[in-house]
């Protein structure tokens, strides 16, 4: 994977500097948080394989973004060195306006960023209800709690 994430640019924001949406509605369950996630210049190596190539990305409240690349693109390793389970060599990690390239992965997690691998048997004994109990948790900002109701 070479090169930024980030829009072309020329592109206008989808939301105003200050992150709301033109209608006036909330943009974020983060008041006052308009990059809830801002990765620059990551280079992440497995030994001495150099795999991410100055990866950079942002993601603003209200925005949903998609990672895409062929296999072995390093989609998986960009999201692994977000969620601290590699660590980069080089480059910054921010969430939600804190840097968190070099926190270990349970204290990511309890910032509220959360990664689900593709990979199906992450917790092959459990069940469904079980798998989806562990990665609960309490509502944050004014976002309403999921409850079985809601998702099921």
Do not use: C
Request: positive net charge; hydrophobic residues 35%.
């Amino acid at each position: 994977m070479t090169g930024s994430i980030d829009p072309p640019r020329g592109r206008e924001p989808r939301f105003p500097s200050d992150g709301a949406p033109p209608d006036g509605s909330a943009a974020s369950t983060f008041p006052g948080v308009d990059e809830l996630l801002r990765v620059e210049g990551v280079q992440t190596y497995y030994g001495r394989a150099h795999i991410l190539f100055d990866v950079s990305l942002t993601v603003r409240a209200g925005e949903v973004v998609v990672l895409l690349g062929r296999n072995g693109a390093g989609k998986s390793t960009t999201m692994k060195s977000i969620m601290g389970l590699v660590t980069p060599r080089q480059g910054s990690i921010a969430f939600e306006g804190r840097r968190i390239e070099r926190l270990p992965p349970f204290r990511i997690a309890r910032l509220g960023l959360g990664y689900v691998p593709e990979e199906r048997r992450v917790f092959a004994g459990l069940t469904v209800r079980e798998n989806l109990e562990i990665g609960r948790q309490p509502a944050r900002g004014t976002a309403q709690p999921w409850t079985w109701e809601r998702i099921g």
